[in-house]
């Protein structure tokens, strides 16, 4: 059995942005903390499940801060940008801009149900 020992530090870094709703995710922290209800609402198709999954990657991987907070006898979580997950908007920024510049070299597309129209 061949077991991959040295990872790549590009590959680790895909990594932090490669799930279904990660860059999405992060395009809507771009403009603001984020509580999870407005997540979901701003990303239709996503589960709650799901949704806590990736955040909680993204959370675990430094991209995201998770802050609580009592609001009388309700524990409110908000959901925001490090200062990585800052660094990363430049990096998506130019993806996007790559990917609309070679729209017609792009042989595949992403499943439908990975994008809404909005």
């Excluded at 959901?79 to 800052?86: I, M």
């Excluded at 597309?109 to 990975?114: G, N, Y």
Aim: charged content about 25%; some cysteine.
């Amino acid at each position: 059995m061949n077991h991959k020992t040295v990872a790549c530090e590009v590959e680790r870094l895909l990594a932090v942005i490669g799930g279904r709703w990660k860059v999405l995710i992060l395009r809507e922290l771009f403009t603001g903390p984020k509580r999870h209800g407005e997540l979901r609402r701003a990303l239709p198709g996503v589960s709650a499940k799901v949704l806590t999954d990736q955040l909680g990657e993204l959370v675990l991987d430094g991209a995201v801060l998770r802050q609580e907070q009592l609001v009388g006898r309700v524990r409110q979580v908000e959901y925001s940008l490090t200062l990585f997950g800052e660094r990363l908007r430049g990096l998506i920024l130019q993806m996007h801009s790559l990917a609309m510049d070679s729209c017609e070299q792009l042989r595949r597309t992403p499943e439908k149900s990975r994008h809404v129209s909005q």
